[in-house]
T-cell receptor, first 112, second 116 residues
């Protein structure tokens, strides 16, 4: 079965610094989704990547999917306290967006 | 505004009791999902539904059941709660577009269940 591995598990970053979170799949991804979870709340959709080499940006967050469609990275530029939370990647299972397989999440703490 | 709500947000129960977690969405989405979130495991799919009267088992469905009598609601029932079911439960919904759409799931705020 497909597995998603996220790294690092947790990250403490000084405010203003850049950071990268990775999501690696054991199989080719049909679609890769990034979500953010604030502590004690539900998940908020950030971006979806489908094509090899695709890159999307939203404000200061950029996500990329590699050419082989097995690894995605989420990059935050000039981090802010509002970026703190848990970032999860989800993979489209067998071409259906109705069921996603999830990574374990990366906990991001921003130090002022 | 359309939304998805879960209740209760916090629940403490005893082993062996039946527990029902409610999920209500006002987006008129066909697809609804129940996940549990545990440290180190991320989100795991419990049950899902593609429409009224449709229910399907997910990855970790043992000990859980759902029913879909209307579009808006997908209650999750733990027939006989066990300590291993202590977790945070998330309900989510998404629309059907006949193909791969934005992949956007709309999540509730979660229900924290403790089984003693």
């Amino acid at each position: 079965s497909q597995e998603l591995e996220q790294s690092p598990q947790s990250l403490i970053v000084q405010e203003g610094k850049n950071l990268t979170i990775n999501c690696t799949s054991s199989k080719t991804l049909y679609g890769l989704y990034w979500y953010k979870q604030k502590y004690g709340e539900g998940l908020i959709f950030l971006m979806m990547l489908q094509k090899g080499g695709e890159e999307k940006s939203h404000e200061k967050i950029t996500a990329k999917l590699d050419e082989k469609k097995q690894q995605s990275s989420l990059h935050i530029t000039a981090s802010q306290p509002s970026h703190a939370g848990i970032y999860l990647c989800g993979a489209d299972n067998a071409g259906s967006n109705y069921q996603l397989i999830w990574g374990a999440g990366t906990k991001l703490i921003i130090k002022p | 505004d359309a939304e998805i709500t879960q209740s209760p947000r916090h629940k403490i129960t005893e082993t062996g009791r039946q527990v029902t977690l409610a999920c209500h969405q006002t987006w008129n989405h066909n697809n609804m999902f129940w996940y549990r979130q545990d440290l180190g495991h991320g989100l795991r799919l419990i049950h899902y539904s593609y429409g009224v009267q449709d229910t399907n088992k997910g990855e970790v469905s043992d000990g859980y059941s759902v029913s879909r009598s209307n579009t808006e609601d997908l209650p999750l029932t733990l027939e006989s709660a066990a300590s291993s079911q202590t977790s945070v439960y998330f309900c989510a919904s998404s629309r059907t577009s006949g193909g791969l759409d934005t992949g956007e799931l709309f999540f509730g705020e979660g229900s924290r269940l403790t089984v003693l």
